[in-house]
């Protein structure tokens, strides 16, 4: 098993909602992602767990709570987002290699969020 | 200050064609990864190909190869024989060794490939 899946692939949310979106891999990597995606930009980092434990937060607003319940699996918890928050979400998975060589980042397809 | 420079926002190839898309960084750090990742439309981003700031030969996988020139900060990626399937975002990413999981993306090259 050689891929990373999301759910949802869409969603829509009031700004007065709590949501999640869930991020799974089978393939034994020990570092996992949440990047955020606008409209022709790159994707910026968001969080990284490295051995499930959070290691990055790029200065993410409270909004956005991670949570690695076990190395397979990686959430993302939302509440009160705001309109710009509307963007495409995407998880992605690494070997967690002690080198650089071939740790290359496996990523899901994403969810594409909008916010009301 | 930008640490991966993609300069080409739009290219154009005719399908079959060969074609170079420029990525130019920026670090001092002497241990880095440089990645080369495709995004179709539908929006899932695809590893193509790495390069080592330490490896002796420019990588090369199959229709992809990237062309590493160390002095210059510049690891521009081939493609060979462009097909229509080829047509995606393509972003041009580093990691650095004290940057540890952390990998910061150029700002991408939209390809369109002309049949």
């Known amino acids: 098993d050689t891929e990373v899946t999301q759910t949802p692939k869409h969603l829509v949310m009031g700004m007065t909602n709590k949501k999640s979106l869930k991020c799974e891999q089978h393939?034994?990597?020990?570092?996992m992602y949440w990047y955020k995606q606008k409209a022709k930009k790159p994707p910026e980092l968001m969080f990284v767990y490295s051995y499930e434990k959070l290691s990055i937060n790029e200065s993410v607003p409270s909004r956005f709570s991670p949570e690695c319940p076990n190395s397979s699996l990686l959430n993302l918890h939302l509440h009160a987002l705001q309109p710009e928050d509307s963007a495409l979400y995407l998880c992605a998975s690494s070997r967690m290699k002690t080198g650089l060589h071939g740790d290359e980042q496996f990523f899901g397809p994403g969810t594409r969020l909008t916010v009301l | 200050a930008q640490k991966i420079t993609q300069t080409q926002p739009g290219m154009f190839v005719q399908e079959k064609e060969a074609v170079t898309l420029d990525c130019t960084y920026d670090t001092s750090d002497p241990s880095y990864g440089l990645f080369w990742y495709k995004q179709p439309s539908s929006g899932e981003m695809i590893f193509l190909i790495y390069?080592?700031?330490?490896?002796?030969q420019n990588a090369t996988e199959g229709r992809y190869s990237l062309n590493f020139q160390k002095a210059r900060k510049s690891a521009n990626l081939v493609i060979s024989a462009s097909q229509l399937g080829d047509s995606a975002m393509y972003f041009c990413?580093?990691?650095?060794?004290?940057?540890?999981?952390?990998?910061?993306f150029g700002t991408g090259t939209k390809l369109q490939v002309i049949p």
């Open positions: 393939m034994g990597h020990r570092a």
């Open positions: 390069q080592g700031s330490y490896d002796q």
């Open positions: 990413a580093m990691r650095e060794s004290g940057g540890y999981q952390k990998v910061t």
